[in-house]
């Protein structure tokens, strides 16, 4: 009853719509039937076809690019770089010592004493060797790039990155290759750390310094932060010239003075500047375009202002005595 009932309501509308038409319409018979079929059914839940050319519309108008094709694009730029990397250090290194004449003449696995250590004196001048050419390939390689300059760029869909971004792209891609060096290069810290080759690194790659890091702190843009002298960095410490948006990147200058103590695991933003004698507790987090007075002790997230130090040499009182 209920399915003849709605059969009967359909009907009707039907006839009700066929009965108000002109008189000259009403000789096109079933085609405007149907047609009023369709636009009922758009009522009782079914999609009309004013429904269809709205919902084309609206996906037409909302459609936006995927990035991932970019992101792929960076993840095999990475890929290359750090296979040419390991494969061009092998291989010089394996040329040097060939060229040195110092690959033992006896094989390692049924050696006496004096095969082994033979084998170690190899092994260490493999993995020095290795390290040196990590590093200067690293310097070769960041070479011929720009240096980004400062600015907030786009990231809107469907529109090309800006070139600025293409040059961070690939110095990023060596930056990474740069903190996470395949074995044996567990020695790149200290090559790049040490002279003379720090003289090179630090003003071709960066970041520009004066200070010498025991810890191996994370410059995620090495190209625009300046350190000072007698700057401390505790084990985790990361450094950023660059801050990303949902729609821009922008990359602007850290500055870090004369006498900073960093505490472990502290994240400095883009655009901060830490004037000399200050002390970031650990854990901290300074947000973009920060600005830290001389001697001033700032901790938190976000970090904020907790004291101010007598200047840096001077004998602390109790009450000022920090602990990063």
């Known amino acids: 009853m209920e399915a003849n009932f709605g059969q009967q309501t359909l009907k009707?509308?039907?006839?009700?719509?066929?009965?108000?038409?002109?008189?000259?319409?009403?000789?096109?018979?079933?085609?405007?039937?149907?047609?009023?079929?369709?636009?009922?059914f758009g009522v009782f839940g079914q999609r009309s076809d004013h429904d269809w050319r709205i919902s084309n519309m609206t996906d037409h108008t909302t459609k936006t690019v995927d990035p991932i094709n970019g992101l792929r694009a960076f993840l095999a730029l990475d890929a290359v770089v750090r296979l040419a990397l390991w494969a061009g250090s092998l291989s010089l290194t394996t040329a040097c010592i060939t060229w040195l004449g110092d690959w033992p003449t006896t094989s390692l696995v049924r050696a006496d004493f004096r095969t082994a250590f033979q084998w170690f004196g190899t092994f260490t001048q493999f993995a020095f060797l290795f390290n040196v050419w990590y590093v200067l390939l690293l310097i070769?390689?960041?070479?011929?790039?720009?240096?980004?300059?400062?600015?907030?760029?786009?990231?809107?869909?469907g529109k090309p990155p800006d070139r600025q971004l293409v040059w961070a792209c690939f110095i990023a891609s060596l930056t990474k290759a740069r903190y996470e060096p395949p074995f044996p290069?567990?020695?790149v810290h200290h090559v790049a750390s040490l002279p003379p080759f720090c003289w090179v690194y630090n003003a071709v790659f960066?970041?520009?310094?004066?200070?010498?890091?025991?810890t191996d702190v994370?410059?995620?843009?090495?190209?625009?932060?300046?350190?000072?002298?007698?700057?401390?960095?505790?084990?985790?410490?990361?450094?950023?010239?660059h801050a990303q948006?949902?729609?821009?990147?922008t990359i602007r200058k850290t500055v870090i003075e004369d006498n900073v103590i960093f505490g472990g695991n502290v994240m400095v933003y883009d655009g901060c500047t830490i004037k000399q004698g200050a002390v970031i507790l650990g854990g901290a987090a300074l947000k973009s375009n920060t600005v830290v007075g001389e001697n001033e002790v700032w901790g938190g997230i976000p970090a904020k202002k907790l004291?101010?130090?007598?200047?840096?040499?001077?004998l602390t009182a109790a009450d000022d005595e920090i602990s990063v």
């Open 140 to 157: 070769v390689l960041r070479l011929p790039i720009p240096t980004p300059k400062q600015g907030k760029y786009s990231l809107k869909p």
């Open 206 to 214: 960066g970041p520009k310094t004066k200070s010498c890091n025991v």
């Open 307 to 314: 004291k101010t130090l007598p200047p840096y040499g001077q």
């Open 218 to 241: 994370r410059f995620l843009d090495p190209f625009g932060i300046e350190v000072g002298k007698n700057v401390v960095f505790g084990l985790g410490a990361i450094i950023s010239a």
């Open 12 to 40: 009707g509308r039907i006839v009700e719509f066929d009965a108000v038409r002109k008189p000259a319409d009403r000789g096109k018979g079933r085609n405007m039937a149907l047609s009023s079929r369709r636009t009922e």
């Open 185 to 187: 290069g567990f020695l």
């Open 245 to 249: 948006g949902r729609d821009d990147i």
